[in-house]
């Protein structure tokens, strides 16, 4: 498709609850990026693939949050036992290439409330 | 690695008036910096972007300018206007990742 899909707009869950997030990339587009964004309205860096392969882990806290990016399945982000402080929007974003000048498109985002 | 760092981070003009928003960047490798507006619980969109190429871009009333050796580029928004309201955020990119800027809040007044 021509945008990038994200679901569900709003997910809660409590504390200690399982969540997962759902992105489809722009058809064509290799590399998929996920952002966090909380209240203070910064930007976290988690993960990019580049197709199914991890490309850059370093933002991801690893013993909770995990994500994926299968062949022709939509990209996933999982978090385990939440917590209230991964209370936030969540954003995918994909891009043609990694060539520097390609484009990020974002897709609409997904809200995890954790109560 | 990369940092980005963006000034002011709240910004008020009177409508008419121009906006600048300025930031840093650390990693002399960057070489293409986007600006994305962000509005009121909508997703970030694309405004301008400029690589590391060019010294300066300009689409309608919103240029960017980039400077390689001190390392900073800045937003320039001309002739305000009530729909500029709202989050805007700098980027620097270098190949595998792209760094945000903390965001700068632009209130135009009327």
């Known amino acids: 498709g021509e945008e990038v899909a994200q679901t569900p707009k709003h997910l809660v869950r409590g504390e200690g609850q399982k969540a997962k997030l759902y992105c489809a990339p722009i058809?064509?587009?290799?590399?998929v990026f996920w952002y966090q964004q909380v209240l203070k309205n910064e930007f976290k860096f988690l993960i990019s693939?580049?197709?199914?392969?991890?490309?850059?882990e370093t933002g991801m806290p690893k013993e909770r949050f995990s994500a994926k990016c299968l062949p022709n399945s939509p990209c996933s982000l999982e978090i385990q036992a939440t917590k209230l402080e991964d209370s936030a929007v969540y954003f995918c974003?994909?891009?043609?290439?990694?060539?520097?000048?390609?484009?990020?498109?974002f897709g609409a985002g997904s809200r995890l409330t954790v109560l | 690695g990369e940092n980005v760092e963006q000034h002011p981070s709240t910004l008020s003009v009177q409508e008419g008036d121009s906006a600048v928003i300025k930031c840093t960047y650390s990693?002399?490798?960057?070489?293409?910096f986007p600006w994305y507006k962000q509005e009121l619980g909508k997703r970030p969109q694309l405004i301008i972007d400029?690589?590391?190429?060019?010294g300066e871009k300009k689409d309608q009333r919103i240029a960017v300018t980039l400077n390689k050796t001190a390392k900073h580029f800045s937003l320039h928004i001309t002739e305000t206007q009530p729909e500029d309201s709202a989050v805007y955020f700098c980027?620097?990119?270098?190949?595998?990742?792209?760094?945000f800027g903390k965001g700068t809040r632009l209130h135009i007044l009327p």
């Open positions: 974003a994909s891009s043609q290439s990694h060539s520097g000048a390609n484009v990020l498109t």
């Open positions: 058809k064509g587009h290799s590399y």
């Open positions: 693939f580049q197709n199914e392969n991890v490309f850059d």
């Open positions: 990693d002399s490798a960057s070489n293409y």
């Open positions: 400029i690589r590391s190429n060019v």
């Open positions: 980027a620097a990119r270098r190949d595998d990742k792209i760094i």
